[in-house]
């Protein structure tokens, strides 16, 4: 293990993106709503949880202000 802490810092829009597109199922909510990047960026999210347990942790996410 490391002996110092360990700090990640995740680009959320980037995995949610690939997220969307490496899953082609068709997950949906029942009115339709794709989910299948939420979905892709949870079980990412939770891998790398489980494989390096961070002491801090930061998802950035892009602004819809220009």
Known sequence: M???PLFLLIDGMSQA????????D???????????AVYGFAMMLRRV???????????ALDSPQP
């Open 49 to 59: 949880l489980d494989k390096y347990p961070p002491d801090y942790i930061c998802v």
């Open 2 to 4: 490391l002996n110092r």
């Open 26 to 36: 068709g997950l949906s909510t029942s009115r339709g709503l794709p989910t299948n």
């Open 17 to 24: 993106y690939r997220a969307y597109f490496a899953i082609r």
